[in-house]
């Protein structure tokens, strides 16, 4: 079955530090591959999205993520945390070969950042 | 271009009463999707439309049901609403244009079922 796994429910980090959200897939042909973020009480914001080509993606808001088919693996980067980002953040896959274009979601990990 | 809007943005029922969560996109897109969120669990798709005219079922689709009642709109009917329904229900919508892929979300319906 498809599916997209976050493994940390919860990350702290102080502002100015790196940051890197982990997300591993399992599909049967390459995903497309996607990550949003969500502020508390708001909706769902694409920061980035993976297709094809380029394995290093860039995003919104200064978040880049990296595509590795030998990990299974999309990461989610940014060198330098701003407090405005503490939100909660999803990976999401989509089968590239399918025709319904549901998307799977991780389960989240949300993201505190310390002054 | 208001992109994907959700109507009402908070509602409170009791259990038994029925209620509609209404969804529109101003996008020209072909396909929209109902899905909730509960903590720890992420978003679960309960009904999608492709396209105009059909509907299918997603993952956890008992207890609801859905219109597609034109390109723009896509309703979300519960009928019976039980505890169990209490959530964050988010519509999104997707072009059917080759190589776009990408899901756009809608501000949420944030329901409490007592």
């Known amino acids: 079955a498809q599916s997209v796994t976050q493994p940390d429910i919860h990350i702290t980090v102080s502002e100015g530090a790196s940051l890197e959200l982990r997300c591993n897939y399992s599909?049967?042909?390459?995903?497309?591959l996607f990550w949003y973020v969500q502020s508390p009480g708001q909706g769902l914001q694409l920061l980035l999205k993976?297709?094809?080509?380029?394995?290093l993606v860039q995003g919104i808001k200064g978040f880049e993520a990296e595509f590795k088919r030998s990990q299974s693996s999309f990461n989610l980067r940014k060198p330098s945390v701003h407090w405005s980002d503490a939100a909660e953040y999803f990976c999401?896959?989509?089968?590239?070969?399918?025709?319904?274009?549901?998307?799977?979601f991780g389960k989240g990990t949300l993201l505190t950042v310390n002054p | 271009n208001a992109g994907v809007t959700q109507t009402p943005k908070f509602q409170v029922l009791k259990t038994g009463q029925s209620m509609t969560l209404q969804c529109a996109q101003d996008?020209?897109?072909?396909?929209m999707y109902w899905y909730r969120q509960d903590p720890g669990m992420g978003l679960r798709l309960i009904y999608y439309?492709?396209?105009?005219?059909?509907?299918d079922k997603g993952e956890v689709p008992n207890g609801y049901n859905v219109s597609r009642l034109n390109k723009r709109e896509f309703s979300l009917r519960l009928e019976s609403a039980a505890p169990s329904q209490t959530s964050v229900y988010f519509c999104?919508?997707?072009?059917?244009?080759?190589?776009?892929?990408?899901?756009?979300f809608g501000p949420g319906t944030r329901l409490t079922v007592l």
């Open positions: 999104a919508s997707r072009t059917r244009l080759a190589g776009e892929n990408t899901q756009y």
């Open positions: 599909y049967g042909a390459t995903p497309y």
């Open positions: 993976y297709f094809s080509g380029d394995t």
């Open positions: 999401a896959g989509l089968n590239s070969g399918g025709s319904n274009y549901k998307l799977t």
């Open positions: 996008m020209n897109h072909n396909s």
């Open positions: 439309s492709a396209s105009e005219g059909t509907t």
